[in-house]
């Protein structure tokens, strides 16, 4: 079976570990690594016994689809090129910098058959998996995403860093329309929004409180799901799940007549099952488990929130 010739533009810190996945598939054939570092080009090839390149031109007519990690602002326009030169496309997240962008770029794949995936890591997430077995419909959300701070990534809001990944698991789960955002934030550290809330409330009627945080004191994944017969809680950095559930023979315990389950899951490799899902797509030409539109929903939600953010803070420093 011929493998699949897959690329990686852009080899740092996250960009490297795609190569590192891809290296390890048997039907992938990892033809090269791309960085405007020349040094970090040639060092992340030769640990994966690749071909280093300088400019992502370098790789056309050479490979059937290619892993885009490189800053968001240059999302678009690299992920363009290879679309226009009929290459499959994984784009981390967020997907684009401007609606505009990602509009534009769904529509070019789909006119010419192409396949664009993004990067929503959350989504192969085990405990994430997991809960579509107990979900019904949310009617609230609670999520909580803190991180210690690191200057990786600070060159963007926490909302278009961190919260994104929960505003796209809460969309996927809820599968309704968002009605109306309330939002707040703050830079404290660096020049970009470092702790943000927004309350999101959804045409199903459902409500969705996310926080993110990048100054912490700790690390904390943790989300909450309620809904008609049931309350769910993941807790990411533990492995667990609890979910507390109507059962009518159930006459005395904690709760009477609620039963309650403790799961644990095992970390996993979201990364690899990430690659591996796109790999499939591109290969049995299939629409992938998060689409361009996906990414583009998330990312709208992300950017109201974000003009939500500014808005209050020029009130605030105004008034």
Do not use: W
């Not at 678009?76 to 534009?104: C, G, H, Q, W």
């Not at 690390?219 to 008609?228: P, T, Y």
């Not at 990364?271 to 990312?299: C, H, I, M, W, Y």
Request: charged content about 25%.
């Amino acid at each position: 079976m011929k493998k699949l010739r897959v690329g990686v533009i852009g080899v740092g810190y996250l960009g490297t570990f795609h190569a590192e996945k891809y290296t390890n598939m048997a039907d992938v054939d990892l033809v090269g690594v791309v960085d405007i570092d020349q040094t970090r080009a040639r060092s992340t090839a030769k640990r994966y016994s690749t071909s280093a390149f300088f400019d992502h031109e370098d790789l056309f007519g050479k490979v059937d689809a290619v892993s885009i990690v490189v800053p968001t602002v240059d999302h678009y326009r690299i992920s363009r090129d290879f679309l226009e030169n009929d290459v499959d496309v994984m784009i981390e997240k967020p997907m684009t910098a401007t609606l505009k962008e990602a509009d534009e770029l769904i529509q070019y794949a789909e006119s010419r058959g192409l396949i664009i995936q993004v990067g929503h890591l959350e989504r192969f997430n085990p405990a994430v998996v997991s809960l579509q077995n107990y979900l019904k419909k949310p009617m609230f959300i609670e999520s909580h995403r803190l991180s210690m701070y690191q200057p990786r990534g600070t060159d963007v809001s926490v909302v278009l860093d961190l919260m994104i990944h929960d505003i796209d698991i809460i969309l996927n789960f809820v599968q309704s329309e968002v009605k109306t955002i309330h939002a707040a934030g703050i830079p404290v550290v660096s020049g970009h929004v470092d702790i943000a809330n927004a309350r999101l409330e959804f045409e199903s009627g459902c409500v969705a409180n996310v926080t993110a945080s990048r100054i912490s004191t700790r690390k904390e994944r943790k989300i909450r799901l309620f809904q008609r017969d049931a309350y769910i809680a993941v807790d990411f950095a533990n492995h667990e799940i609890t979910i507390i559930s109507q059962d009518g023979t159930q006459k005395s315990g904690l709760i009477p007549g609620m039963d309650i389950k403790q799961l644990n899951f095992t970390k996993g490799d979201a990364l690899k099952d990430e690659l591996s899902s796109f790999v499939q797509a591109v290969s049995n030409r299939e629409v992938p488990e998060v689409t361009g539109q996906n990414g583009r929903d998330a990312l709208r939600v992300a950017l109201s929130i974000m003009e939500q953010i500014q808005s209050t803070s020029n009130r605030f420093l105004h008034s």
